[in-house]
């Protein structure tokens, strides 16, 4: 038996409840949310990039249709080249026609190359027709 003072012998290993956590296992919690949001926020500025890239798109292929359209009209399709800007409604958007002919003497190709800069690069989009080549008839 034991001395009265000294309690019943403990286990060197017994389980004491602990609740809460280790401060390890904190700081990899806190390790891993950072991880997961830089990938989050690193995709959203992405998406942001590819959203406006989109909007630029669009945009100029308007205007590129819209151009082709309004030279196409004025039949003026024996000037080789022309160049333009589309004014304080579209800065930064230029446009550029050129007409060449073709193999079938009575139509010429026009191709309008609408280009914006985006970021450090240059973008563009080009749109071609072919139009009735303008007839200088003599009486």
Do not use: C
């Not at 001395?3 to 409840?17: L, Q």
């Not at 409604?89 to 609408?114: I, N």
């Not at 280009?115 to 690069?121: F, I, N």
Request: no cysteine; glycine share 4%; net charge negative.
């Amino acid at each position: 038996m034991f001395p009265p003072e000294i309690d019943e012998p403990r286990e060197p290993h017994a389980h004491v409840d602990q609740s809460g956590f280790t401060l390890l296992e904190v700081v990899v919690a806190l390790a891993v949310l950072a991880v997961a949001l830089t990938a989050l926020l690193s995709l959203r500025n992405h998406d942001v990039a590819l959203q406006a890239h989109a909007r630029h798109l669009v945009t100029a292929t308007a205007l590129a249709k819209d151009k082709l359209e309004e030279l196409s009209r004025v039949a003026d399709a024996d000037r080789i080249q022309s160049s333009g800007d589309f004014g304080e409604h579209y800065p930064g958007y230029l446009w550029k026609q050129q007409s060449q002919p073709t193999l079938a003497p009575e139509w010429v190709e026009m191709t309008v190359t609408v280009s914006w800069p985006e970021g450090a690069r240059q973008e563009q989009v080009v749109l071609v027709t072919y139009v009735p080549a303008v007839q200088s008839s003599v009486l």
